[in-house]
C-alpha cells in the first residue's frame, strides 16, 4: 500500500513537469551608462528609451539618429521600411528603486532592438534571437562613448548580442531669421503701389 501511495504522488509530479509551460519570452532589461571622456567615470542614463520591430531577419537596420528617434527601420536595400514598432520600452522599476533601466518585453525573434539617448544624441541596436527556453528577465548593460566620432560594438556574442553603436548625431543647424522670402517681397511690393 506504501509503494503505491509513493508511485501516485511520484506520478502526480512528473505529470504536473511535463505541462510545465515553456516559453522564449523575455523581458529585455537594459541599463545604460555613458563615458563621456576616455578613461572618464562612466554616469547613468536618465533619459534613454528603447523599441523593438520583429523584423523576421537581421537584414534590417536603422539609417540615422533622426529615423532611430521617429522609430524608423529600414531593410539593408533601402526598400521597405517598419514606422510603428512592435513593442516599446516602459521605465523597469524594482523594488520601488527608480534606477532609469528601460524595460522591454519580446516575444518574437529575431527582434531588432534599437536603444535611443537623446541627451548625448546617439543611438544603439542588436538583433536579440530568444532561442533560451525560461528566462522571464534578461539583462544587459549598454556602454556609450559620445566622444567616439566613428561607429563602434559593444558586447559578445557569448554574452547575449553585440550592440551596433552610432557616434553622436551633430546637433541641428540653428534656424536664422531669413531676409523674407521672394513672395512676402512681392507682396510689399504690391501694397505699396
Request: hydrophobic share 35%.
Amino acid at each position: 500500500m506504501r509503494y503505491k501511495v509513493v508511485i501516485v504522488v511520484l506520478a502526480a509530479v512528473l505529470l504536473t513537469s511535463c505541462f510545465k509551460k515553456v516559453t522564449t519570452d523575455t523581458n529585455l532589461i537594459i541599463k545604460t551608462l555613458i563615458q563621456e571622456k576616455s578613461g572618464g567615470e562612466n554616469t547613468l542614463a536618465t533619459d534613454t528609451y528603447a523599441y523593438a520591430c520583429y523584423t523576421g531577419t537581421n537584414k534590417w537596420m536603422v539609417a540615422s539618429y533622426d529615423d532611430a528617434v521617429n522609430r524608423i527601420v529600414t531593410d539593408s536595400l533601402g526598400v521597405e521600411r517598419i514606422t510603428v514598432p512592435d513593442v516599446e520600452s516602459v521605465p523597469f522599476v524594482r523594488e520601488g528603486d527608480e534606477n532609469h533601466y528601460v524595460s522591454l518585453p519580446l516575444n518574437n525573434s529575431p527582434a531588432l532592438v534599437v536603444l535611443v539617448a537623446p541627451s548625448v544624441r546617439m543611438y544603439a541596436t542588436i538583433f536579440k534571437y530568444l532561442n533560451v527556453e525560461n528566462i522571464p528577465e534578461t539583462y544587459m548593460t549598454l556602454l556609450l562613448h559620445p566622444w567616439k566620432t566613428k561607429p563602434y560594438t559593444e558586447g559578445s556574442d557569448k554574452k547575449g548580442g553585440v550592440w551596433n553603436i552610432m557616434p553622436p548625431a551633430p546637433e541641428p543647424e540653428p534656424e536664422t531669421p531669413e531676409q523674407g522670402t521672394d513672395s512676402e517681397q512681392d507682396n510689399q511690393n504690391t501694397t505699396n503701389e
